[in-house]
């Protein structure tokens, strides 16, 4: 429960988190992206170095604070991250003169998978909040920027999908963060309000903004800190995600 302005006293039915770079390691992602160059490399042979392959590679999907590249404004319809990282391989190749085949594309997102299973780590504090949160009574749900298959494949990996009420995705709602859709389909899947419940995120335009914009309260893991934006609009923000609870302690006591 929070205590408002007017000395009221909000109940939350529940809480919400991202996923990438929130739950999960985004350096153990960029780990994996490593190795998936170091093997781009050498099955092409290359003249490259595996850093600046991966910086080339996660130019194309993510913006300097390793979130998710806002859709191409040109595209008419929703484009998942299954497409958008073809893209990216595709544009890596590119630099090289190579125009990839359909078995190369296949190769690439075997290789992504594999990679993927073999290094993304959850933050150490993941699992302990989580459980502590599961024994209250508030619906617990996942709002992340993500293809099904890929979010499947990662909690299964990680054995925390029967730990969430709730997991919705950009493509199960076609719509990325900030827009108000997906918020709102998560907290219609949680039954309540936006006013009802919490986001935590460390994008502050995606997490923080959008959930903002629904009336929800916000917590922003604020790990880059950028320039030229108004932080007050989130409710709290923290450094790191083990920050996060005695934050949460009073928000739901």
Known sequence: MEKLNNNEIKKYKAIFFDFGGTLMCAESDNVAHLHMMK????????PAFPEDMVTKYNSFLFTKEMTLRDADPEEKSFTPLRESTKKAF???LAEYDIQPSKEDFQWFSKLFFENHKKYIKLFPETLLILRELKNTDLHMGIISDIDNDFQEFQFKVFGISEIFDSITTSEEVQSYKPESKIFQVALDKARCQGEESIIIGDSYKKDIVGGKKMGMTTIWINKFQPDNIDTETA???VTHLKEISP????LIK
């Not at 093997?39 to 290359?46: A, G, P, S």
């Not at 934050?247 to 009073?250: A, D, V």
Request: charged letters at 35%; glycine letters at 6%.
């Open 39 to 46: 093997e781009v490399i050498q099955k092409y042979n290359l």
């Open 90 to 92: 595709k544009g890596v």
């Open 235 to 237: 409710d709290f923000t």
């Open 247 to 250: 934050i949460l302690k009073e």
